[in-house]
């Protein structure tokens, strides 16, 4: 299974914009990038998901690096209630409904 | 409703008692998951079932028994558990196991913390 790297924590200011790094340098064609994230004492959410093209949704923006290596969650403007540990998912292909979640990056949101 | 509930909410029990955790969902989901998470750790993956048939054991302790009566509902039996196993354990559903799309979207319950004593 293709591995995921992220930091360890981040801290943000209220209202301003977060972008979460993931690194996925072994990444296969077919393998789509997820994104979910779970908030103290709550299961995890989905946030986002993308192949090759960048997305957006009503909770964020995906930013995939042309070569897929690695991608970005950008928070257009973090919010108290936006901190939590966010999980980059490779979800490969044939891989049976598998969520294989990393160590995460926790944010941090400062008011 | 995007809801998956999980009862209980807590659980505490002893090594030699048996116990079940219960997951229903009713958004027609045909896929069910079971996912353990000790504190300060990322959820791991420990069953999968796709229409109520059992897809993925991660390896599991037999400790552990999953059953799935009907497409709604997810039950995890527990029986001769160790202290170890005390942990968040968490239910997910999605509507299929097909990768790609907004179907294999999960979605997750709140957990029951069940620890073991």
């Known amino acids: 299974d293709a591995k995921t790297t992220q930091p360890n924590s981040m801290e943000s200011n209220e209202e301003e914009p977060v972008h979460l790094p993931c690194n996925h340098s072994t990444i296969s064609g077919t393998d789509y990038i997820h994104w979910y994230r779970q908030l103290p004492s709550q299961g995890p959410e989905y946030v986002i998901h993308?192949?090759?093209s960048n997305v957006n949704n009503r909770m964020a923006s995906l930013a995939i690096a042309e070569d897929r290596k690695s991608s970005t969650l950008i928070l257009h403007r973090a919010t108290l209630r936006d901190a939590a540990v966010y999980y980059c998912i490779l979800r490969g292909y044939n891989q049976g409904g598998k969520l294989i979640f990393g160590q995460g990056t926790e944010l941090s949101v400062k008011p | 409703d995007t809801e998956v509930t999980q009862t209980p909410k807590h659980l505490v029990m002893g090594m030699t008692n048996k116990k079940s955790l219960k997951c229903e969902q009713h958004m027609g989901h045909r896929a069910m998951y079971w996912y353990k998470q000790k504190a300060k750790k990322p959820p791991e993956l420990m069953f999968v079932y796709s229409y109520e048939k059992l897809s993925i054991n991660e390896s599991v302790p037999s400790r552990f028994s999953p059953e799935c009566p009907n497409s709604s509902l997810l039950n995890l039996h527990l029986h001769a558990l160790q202290p170890e196993d005390s942990a968040l354990y968490l239910c997910?559903?999605?509507?299929?196991?097909?990768?790609?799309?907004?179907?294999?979207?999960?979605?997750f319950g709140p957990g029951t913390r069940l620890t073991v004593l």
């Open positions: 997910a559903s999605s509507q299929t196991l097909l990768q790609g799309s907004s179907t294999d979207t999960q979605y």
């Open positions: 993308g192949l090759t």
